[in-house]
């Protein structure tokens, strides 16, 4: 995961640590590389994902050299050859999502960070399910505003649905029997 250009106040540490809550959530743990362990980790059930936070869509589009909709908060780039697969979250629409009022929480440091843990880890669940179909609540709720309560605590706003959780589930257990 890293920020690239202007995203906002965000704090790399909340965003790293809401997106690990929601997925550990899901039964998924997500593991950051370091120094030691450039790859994440060693072992099983791996499927890597670069997280991108990012400005704005001329940002995206200069350094993953995709177009965001129109609307979109976020989004999945698949990797094809040597390209790594990448979630972006646009820090600039998302801050904005967070001043307009509605009952909005205010944009600190704190709401845009798990607004944009809450977009990645809905881009990642892109990625895992191959699909870019929604659901009509949890994570893969196709609107994340703030009607919806992405910012309360609970946490059933960010749990898979069953069969999109089995779907995860039953995808990384294959990539674990391919990697030995
Ligand atoms: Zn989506």
Request: proline share 5%.
């Amino acid at each position: 995961m890293a920020t690239r250009g202007n995203p906002g106040p965000v704090s790399l540490v909340l965003i790293k640590t809401e997106l690990a809550r929601i997925w550990r959530l899901n039964g998924v743990t997500v593991l950051y590389p370091t120094a030691a362990e450039p790859h994440g980790c060693h072992g099983s059930s791996l499927q890597s994902v670069t997280a991108l936070i990012m400005g704005s869509p001329d940002e995206l589009r200069r350094v993953v050299g995709v177009n965001a909709g129109e609307d979109a908060l976020a989004l999945a780039v698949y990797g094809r050859g040597s390209r790594a697969t990448t979630v972006a979250v646009l820090g600039d629409r998302a801050q904005r999502l967070l001043r307009v009022g509605n009952g909005s929480p205010a944009c600190t440091p704190l709401s845009l960070s798990l607004l944009i843990a809450r977009l990645a880890a809905h881009e990642i669940a892109h990625v895992l399910l191959g699909s870019c179909a929604h659901a009509r609540q949890g994570l893969m709720r196709p609107a994340y505003d703030s009607r919806d309560g992405w910012l309360a605590a609970d946490d059933a706003c960010y749990k898979l649905e069953p069969g999109a959780l089995e779907m995860v589930h039953r995808r990384l257990g294959q990539a674990d029997r391919l990697a030995r």
